[in-house]
C-alpha cells in the first residue's frame, strides 16, 4: 500500500498517541492521520506524570537501554529546536541507601548499565575521587552512564542533604526531568500544524471485514460516525485492554495505581539543585513515640508501623515545589475514574522521603495544602511495552508504558511511524511485539526475568 493512500486512525490522545501522530505526520510525512479521544488531549494520565526520564534500565540484554537512549535523542532534539521549551534537565538520578549490603548491588547495575549500553560505570571511594556534580540547568552535559559513590565524605561534600547515615549511592547522569505537557503540546501543536485532524468521541469498535481494519466506529454523543481506515493504533492508555478486546486481543498487561503529590516547599525542606533521589531501602515510617503508641492503639491504623518498601522517591519543582512518590500499593486494579484518594498518601510520602532528606522532617509529618494526583501504570509482567503489529492486519498497539511513558513516549511514535511506513526498524523494534509471549525462549526468560525497573 502507497503511503498516499494511507488512512491512519489513532485511538487514543495521551502522550503515546500524540507521539504517534507527531511521527507519522511531521516526521514521516504521512497526509491523512486522525486522533479521536473522548476526552481532551494529553489529559488523562499523560498530566499526572512525574516528568522525570533515564537510560539507566536492567537488562537482560540491551533493548530497554537502547529503546531509551533513542527517545532522549529525540527529546533533545525537540529541546534544541524549541529553545527548550520542555524545560529539560540534566539533573540525574541518584540511588542511595544506608545498607552496606547494597554496595555490591549498586555496583553490579552501574556495570550492567554500562554493557547494555547506559555508559560508563565510575567508581569513587576515597574523598579525594574526582567527581562532577551535575549542572542545575541545561541538558548538553557530556556525562553518560552512572557514578558510585562509597566514600561518605564525599557524599556529605556534594550530597549534604542527605540522611548522614547514607553509605554508598549511584547518580545515574543521562537522566533528569522536563515539562510532559510542554512536550506533548510541542508534538501536538507540530502534528496539527501538518495536517493531523482530531476527532473528539469514544471509540466503540472496529470494522475488520475480512480479517484487516477498514474503519474506526466513533460514538459522538449518541451518533455513530465511520472514520476509514487502513492502519488502526491503539494508544488507549488505561483503556486499552477494552479497546484491544474490541478487536479480539486479550493482552498481557494490568494496571496499578500510581500517585504523586505535590506542595509548595516553603520551607525550603528539598534542596531545590537536588536531582531526583531514590531511596532503597525498606523502611519503617519516623514516627514520634506518642504517635507510635497511639497508632499502637488504634486497630485501623497499626498497619502504618509496618514496614514499607523501598522506592520512595522525589524531586524539587521550580523555584518552590516539590514532588514525592511512594508507591507502596502496587496490587493489579480495574481503571475508575476518578481515581479513588490512597488513605494517609501525604503523610506517607513525606515521612518516607523525610528518610532519604531529613530536612522535611521540618513540617512535622503535615504537608501544607498537599496536591494528590495519580494514574495507572498499565504494565506487562516484565515491564517492557507493548508496540508493534496485532494480528489483525492493520492494526497496532502501542501501550504497557508503565511509569516511563513520558520518557518514552518519542520513540514508541517513532516505532509505530516505521511500522506503518514499513520503514527500517531498530534493533530494539523485536522486544516490544505482542507476538514475543509466543516464543518458547522468551517464555523461559519471563520466569526467572528479575528487576523490570519501575519506580
Given at each position: 500500500?502507497?503511503?498516499?493512500?494511507?488512512?491512519?486512525?489513532?485511538?487514543?490522545?495521551?502522550?503515546?498517541?500524540?507521539?504517534?501522530?507527531?511521527?507519522?505526520?511531521?516526521?514521516?510525512?504521512?497526509?491523512?492521520?486522525?486522533?479521536?479521544?473522548?476526552?481532551?488531549?494529553?489529559?488523562?494520565?499523560?498530566?499526572?506524570?512525574?516528568?522525570?526520564?533515564?537510560?539507566?534500565?536492567?537488562?537482560?540484554?540491551?533493548?530497554?537501554?537502547?529503546?531509551m537512549n533513542r527517545s532522549i535523542?529525540?527529546?533533545?532534539?525537540?529541546?534544541?529546536?524549541?529553545?527548550?521549551?520542555?524545560?529539560?534537565n540534566r539533573r540525574g538520578y541518584?540511588?542511595?541507601?544506608?545498607?552496606?549490603?547494597?554496595?555490591?548491588?549498586?555496583?553490579?547495575?552501574?556495570?550492567?548499565?554500562?554493557?547494555?549500553?547506559?555508559?560508563?560505570?565510575?567508581?569513587?571511594?576515597?574523598?579525594?575521587?574526582?567527581?562532577?556534580?551535575?549542572?542545575?540547568?541545561?541538558?548538553?552535559?557530556?556525562?553518560?552512564?552512572?557514578?558510585?559513590?562509597?566514600?561518605?565524605?564525599?557524599?556529605?561534600?556534594?550530597?549534604?542533604?542527605?540522611?548522614?547515615?547514607?553509605?554508598?549511592?549511584?547518580?545515574?547522569?543521562?537522566?533528569?526531568?522536563?515539562?510532559?505537557?510542554?512536550?506533548?503540546?510541542?508534538?501536538?501543536?507540530?502534528?496539527?500544524?501538518?495536517?493531523?485532524?482530531?476527532?473528539?468521541?469514544?471509540?466503540?469498535?472496529?470494522?475488520?471485514?475480512?480479517?484487516?481494519?477498514?474503519?474506526?466506529?466513533?460514538?459522538?454523543?449518541?451518533?455513530?460516525?465511520?472514520?476509514?481506515?487502513?492502519?488502526?493504533?491503539?494508544?488507549?492508555?488505561?483503556?486499552?485492554?477494552?479497546?484491544?478486546?474490541?478487536?479480539?486481543?486479550?493482552?498481557?498487561?494490568?494496571?496499578?495505581?500510581?500517585?504523586?503529590?505535590?506542595?509548595?516547599?516553603?520551607?525550603?525542606?528539598?534542596?531545590?539543585?537536588?536531582?531526583?533521589?531514590?531511596?532503597?531501602?525498606?523502611?519503617?515510617?519516623?514516627?514520634?513515640?506518642?504517635?507510635?503508641?497511639?497508632?499502637?492503639?488504634?486497630?485501623?491504623?497499626?498497619?502504618?508501623?509496618?514496614?514499607?518498601?523501598?522506592?520512595?522517591?522525589?524531586?524539587?519543582?521550580?523555584?518552590?515545589?516539590?514532588?514525592?512518590?511512594?508507591?507502596?500499593?502496587?496490587?493489579?486494579?480495574?481503571?475508575?475514574?476518578?481515581?479513588?484518594?490512597?488513605?494517609?498518601?501525604?503523610?506517607?510520602?513525606?515521612?518516607?522521603?523525610?528518610?532519604?532528606?531529613?530536612?522535611?522532617?521540618?513540617?512535622?509529618?503535615?504537608?501544607?495544602?498537599?496536591?494528590?494526583?495519580?494514574?495507572?501504570?498499565?504494565?506487562?509482567?516484565?515491564?517492557?511495552?507493548?508496540?508493534?503489529?496485532?494480528?489483525?492486519?492493520?492494526?497496532?498497539?502501542?501501550?504497557?508504558?508503565?511509569?516511563?511513558?513520558?520518557?518514552?513516549?518519542?520513540?514508541?511514535?517513532?516505532?509505530?511511524?516505521?511500522?506503518?511506513?514499513?520503514?527500517?526498524?531498530?534493533?530494539?523494534?523485536?522486544?516490544?511485539?505482542?507476538?514475543?509471549?509466543?516464543?518458547?525462549?522468551?517464555?523461559?526468560?519471563?520466569?526467572?526475568?528479575?528487576?523490570?525497573?519501575?519506580?
Open positions: 500500500m502507497s503511503h498516499s493512500s494511507s488512512q491512519v486512525v489513532i485511538c487514543g490522545a495521551g502522550i503515546a498517541g500524540v507521539a504517534a501522530a507527531y511521527s507519522l505526520a511531521v516526521v514521516s510525512g504521512l497526509d491523512n492521520v486522525v486522533l479521536v479521544d473522548e476526552g481532551h488531549p494529553l489529559s488523562v494520565t499523560s498530566d499526572k506524570s512525574t516528568e522525570a526520564y533515564r537510560n539507566w534500565w536492567p537488562g537482560p540484554d540491551r533493548a530497554m537501554t537502547s529503546f535523542d529525540l527529546i533533545e532534539g525537540i529541546a534544541h529546536a524549541t529553545d527548550n521549551r520542555i524545560n529539560l541518584v540511588f542511595a541507601t544506608a545498607d552496606a549490603a547494597m554496595i555490591p548491588f549498586l555496583e553490579t547495575m552501574a556495570k550492567m548499565a554500562e554493557a547494555n549500553g547506559g555508559g560508563p560505570a565510575r567508581f569513587h571511594g576515597s574523598p579525594d575521587s574526582t567527581y562532577a556534580p551535575s549542572a542545575e540547568r541545561g541538558f548538553d552535559s557530556g556525562l553518560t552512564g552512572a557514578d558510585v559513590i562509597t566514600d561518605p565524605l564525599l557524599i556529605r561534600r556534594h550530597f549534604p542533604y542527605l540522611a548522614p547515615e547514607t553509605i554508598a549511592l549511584a547518580h545515574a547522569r543521562r537522566a533528569g526531568w522536563l515539562s510532559a505537557q510542554q512536550l506533548g503540546m510541542v508534538m501536538l501543536e507540530e502534528a496539527r500544524a501538518h495536517g493531523v485532524q482530531i476527532v473528539k468521541g469514544r471509540v466503540d469498535g472496529f470494522d475488520t471485514t475480512g480479517g484487516r481494519v477498514r474503519a474506526v466506529l466513533v460514538d459522538q454523543g449518541g451518533e455513530r460516525q465511520t472514520l476509514p481506515a487502513t492502519h488502526a493504533v491503539l494508544a488507549a492508555g488505561p483503556m486499552q485492554g477494552a479497546m484491544a478486546r474490541m478487536i479480539g486481543l486479550d493482552l498481557p498487561i494490568r494496571a496499578e495505581r500510581h500517585y504523586k503529590v505535590s506542595f509548595a516547599d516553603s520551607l525550603g525542606g528539598m534542596p531545590r539543585n537536588a536531582p531526583m533521589l531514590i531511596w532503597l531501602d525498606q523502611q519503617y515510617l519516623p514516627w514520634t513515640d506518642d504517635e507510635r503508641a497511639a497508632l499502637a492503639a488504634d486497630d485501623e491504623a497499626q498497619w502504618l508501623l509496618g514496614p514499607f518498601p523501598a522506592g520512595v522517591h522525589g524531586r524539587p519543582d521550580g523555584a518552590s515545589a516539590t514532588f514525592m512518590l511512594f508507591n507502596h500499593h502496587g496490587d493489579p486494579v480495574d481503571p475508575i475514574f476518578p481515581l479513588p484518594e490512597p488513605e494517609h498518601y501525604a503523610e506517607i510520602a513525606l515521612r518516607g522521603m523525610s528518610t532519604m532528606v531529613p530536612g522535611l522532617k521540618v513540617y512535622d509529618g503535615e504537608i501544607p495544602r498537599p496536591h494528590i494526583d495519580g494514574g495507572y501504570y498499565m504494565r506487562t509482567q516484565e515491564n517492557r511495552p507493548l508496540i508493534g503489529p496485532v494480528p489483525v492486519e492493520g492494526a497496532y498497539i502501542s501501550c504497557a508504558f508503565s511509569g516511563f511513558g513520558v520518557m518514552a513516549s518519542c520513540a514508541g511514535g517513532e516505532l509505530i511511524a516505521r511500522y506503518i511506513t514499513e520503514s527500517a526498524l531498530p534493533d530494539y523494534a523485536q522486544a516490544f511485539l505482542l507476538s514475543r509471549y509466543q516464543d518458547a525462549a522468551y517464555a523461559t526468560l519471563l520466569e526467572n526475568w528479575g528487576d523490570g525497573g519501575q519506580l
